[in-house]
């Protein structure tokens, strides 16, 4: 079983930089899809960024059109973590973030969440 374990929330102002962290545990996942979601008080959640597995140590990374060029994603697999820089905070960044990793083998969908870690950046 995986487990998700997120960190670096916190509440910092406009303009500002935090640096979120993701560390797995019970299955190395090199392979799997990595990625961010954010949810906000009253909305869905939704995507943020995502690394992506390409085969051998290729990774593709993804980000939501409101976070590019701001936000940054990287993955240390020797740590089986992945990490969001996040810069140029604003305040409708404010939101839980959470981690997520999936992967799919043999017709298998395997998908895990972490508990979220609330960021709020205050005007």
């Known amino acids: 079983q995986v487990q998700l374990a997120e960190s670096g929330g916190g509440l910092v102002q406009a303009g500002g930089s935090l640096r979120l962290s993701c560390a797995a545990s019970g299955r190395t996942l090199s392979r799997y899809n990595m990625g961010w979601f954010r949810q906000a008080p009253g909305k869905e959640r939704e995507f943020v960024a995502r690394t992506r597995w390409g085969g051998g140590s290729v990774y593709y990374a993804d980000y939501a059109d409101s976070v590019k060029g701001r936000f940054t994603i990287s993955r240390d697999n020797g740590k089986n973590s992945v990490y969001l820089q996040m810069n140029s905070l604003k305040p409708e960044d404010t939101a839980v973030y959470y981690c997520?990793?999936?992967?799919?083998?043999?017709?298998?969908?395997?998908?895990?969440w972490g508990q979220g870690t609330q960021v709020t950046v205050s005007s």
């Open positions: 997520k990793a999936d992967d799919r083998r043999d017709g298998v969908s395997y998908e895990y």
